[in-house]
């Protein structure tokens, strides 16, 4: 059955391809985005789109009055760096603009809302890989936002039946990528290759991600507003789903698989390790594929060249 569906953020990497994804399942999408950082030609072009601030009242009226049964909520401040530098910003930008969407949605009676966390964030330094149920320690600002909005979605649920579900991603490349974003390594990399230039590997190279391909996240998303929720259990952990690979990758391994599926030998260059990066990330969705049906199914390989075919798709 068709859905009313609106994505925040749905001009940006990631909430571009949720647009996409919600469309080819016959939904009806609305696009909201204030193109801070998204790209008007990311937006699909059967959405209805909106340039709006999230925690403007012009976007909370559209909320109230959009009759929608789902919200994918996607936009956000994500830049580490700048949380770590303005953590008032980052809380702006990622509480306060979450509460008035969350608002709009109780007013609205909106039936299911899918929020976009992050797992590398939410867990911390901790030896992974991880559970749902892992502790939870934030080492940034930023971390401490996404962990407290799940705070915030669970709260919305118990006092007004939300069904809130919390995605948390691992480290999502893709098609899209902005190069010049602080958590888009492949993109990075994929440029620096497409312009013939060195790849820069900040430490030894042995620190780990778990890498998943943006159109299984976008997947992840769809499932997520139809499949049957978990009974509220009295922690944030309840409806909040790993969507990752449980696989970790170094950089220097992604550094030789991102060349090898651009076919060229590059020079790759050292500089000092970054001061707070985390050292190794991984995260099981054992629980996202029996709950929500949703497990990957595009291996690294296979997403680095795709991606890679954008990439250079674009500079030409």
């Not at 990631?14 to 994804?21: K, P, Y």
């Not at 609305?30 to 030609?41: F, I, K, Q, Y």
């Not at 340039?51 to 976007?59: K, P, T, V």
């Not at 991603?169 to 060195?198: C, M, T, W």
Request: net charge neutral; hydrophobic share 45%; glycine share 12%.
């Amino acid at each position: 059955m068709k859905r009313r569906v609106l994505v925040t953020g749905g001009a940006g990497f990631i909430g571009s391809h949720v647009a996409d994804a919600f469309l080819a399942a016959g939904d009806d999408v609305t696009v909201v985005d204030n193109l801070s950082r998204g790209r008007p030609a990311n937006v699909p072009k059967r959405a209805e789109f909106r340039q709006l601030d999230l925690g403007s009242q012009e976007a909370r009226e559209l909320v109230e009055g959009g009759r929608f049964e789902v919200i994918a909520h996607l936009a956000a401040q994500v830049d580490v760096r700048v949380s770590v530098a303005d953590p008032v910003f980052d809380a702006e930008e990622n509480l306060l603009a979450l509460l008035n969407l969350l608002e709009g949605a109780r007013a609205a009676g909106t039936r299911r809302l899918i929020f976009s966390s992050s797992g590398g964030v939410v867990y911390g330094e901790r030896r992974p890989p991880h559970l749902e149920t892992a502790p939870k320690l934030p080492v940034s600002p930023y971390g401490v936002s996404k962990l407290a909005a799940e705070h915030y979605l669970a709260c919305y649920g118990l006092l007004y039946g939300l069904e809130a579900v919390a995605l948390r991603y691992a480290n999502v490349y893709g098609p899209r990528q902005d190069p010049h974003g602080e958590a888009g390594v492949v993109a990075i990399f994929g440029s620096r290759l497409r312009a013939g230039k060195a790849l820069t590997i900040f430490g030894d190279g042995a620190q780990t991600r778990d890498y998943v391909f943006v159109m299984d996240v976008a997947r992840a998303n769809v499932l997520a507003a139809g499949a049957p929720l978990p009974a509220p259990d009295g922690t944030i952990d309840a409806r909040a789903f790993n969507i990752g690979t449980g696989i970790e990758t170094s950089v220097a391994d992604l550094a030789a698989a991102m060349a090898a599926a651009a076919g060229v030998a590059p020079q790759v260059d050292h500089a000092p390790a970054r001061t707070g990066e985390l050292q190794a990330s991984a995260l099981l969705a054992g629980k996202a594929e029996r709950v929500l049906g949703w497990k990957p199914q595009v291996g690294l390989a296979e997403g680095l060249k795709a991606t890679y075919e954008w990439i250079r798709g674009e500079a030409s």
